[in-house]
């Protein structure tokens, strides 16, 4: 294996596929905004928010994993100048996205897909479900007061452990046999978030209890914890094909690219019960 640059090394993803690469014997070299490395990884520097040193960057680099950052609604323009570079020197590229965004080619997401399959380089894309490690990030404030509030109304999400997309990043990197291919990554079992309320009462030993709230409401709920409303609406606005049922699909993904199955979300509430306190 050549040189792997992780994108994001200390991130979400980064956290756990630095180390998933390193235990595969790859040599890592890992890409964050302080450029600090974990043990055994090269570090570098790399911020969206700059204009990169592309040279420094890909040196040495034979693939790449690169995933469309959150926070921002610019993807195109973020993510265009990487793939370009990476392209330029026929650096494979292993492109994160999001589940369902190649179902019209104007999603901006697509169209960074797009790029990439028509760049020239090796890739795979990813395209994982909804995490289900944002019950401990981007729902811990209400999990703390008992209370899921999102605008999914019914709909079922196959949640995936983001250790599942690590594992499968790292297979996607290391693997020539998947290059031109898209997977769609899920857990192995769709949920309702009234369903996972359940699971996190019985797994935190305290009551959670799920609350539909419309897209409005939500979104007063997240410019009051100070997200910018253009965001806050764009995640409102994703919660659309989970109201739908679009997101309640379960695929083999994980399992073809790692050759585990994916954890369960009660696995995953185990597994970071501590991170609820």
Do not use: C
């Amino acid at each position: 294996m050549g040189k792997i640059l992780v994108i994001g090394a200390n991130g979400t993803i980064g956290q756990h596929l630095v180390p998933a690469l390193l235990a595969k014997g790859a040599t890592v070299k890992a890409a964050s905004r302080n450029g600090k490395a974990p043990a055994g990884a090269e570090g570098v520097v790399f911020d969206y928010a700059t204009t990169p040193d592309f040279n420094n960057l890909f040196a040495g680099v034979e693939s790449a994993y690169v995933m469309v950052p959150a926070g921002y609604l610019n993807v195109v323009d973020l993510l265009t100048p990487i793939i370009q570079a990476a392209a330029q020197r026929k650096i494979k590229v292993v492109l994160q996205t999001a589940l369902g965004v190649d179902a019209d080619d104007s999603i901006p997401y697509r169209q960074v897909e797009l790029l990439l399959e028509r760049s020239g380089t090796p890739y795979v894309i990813l395209r994982p479900n909804w995490f289900s490690d944002n019950f401990h990030t981007y729902w811990l404030a209400g999990i703390k007061h008992g209370v899921i509030a999102v605008p999914a109304a019914q709909g079922q999400s196959s949640f995936i452990d983001v250790r599942d997309i690590a594992d499968s990043a790292a297979a996607a990197l290391t693997r020539n046999d998947v290059n031109g291919k898209a997977f769609n990554l899920t857990g192995a079992q769709a949920l309702s978030y009234a369903d996972a309320a359940r699971l996190l009462s019985a797994g935190l030993g305290k009551t959670i209890s799920y609350q539909a709230v419309n897209d409005e409401t939500f979104v007063t709920q997240l410019t009051g914890a100070g997200v910018p409303e253009a965001y806050a609406r764009f995640l409102a606005s994703i919660f659309y094909p989970v109201r739908e049922g679009w997101t309640a699909g379960v695929s083999s993904a994980v399992k073809d690219l790692t050759g585990h199955e994916p954890r369960s979300l009660a696995t995953y509430i185990q597994d970071n019960k501590a991170k609820f306190n």
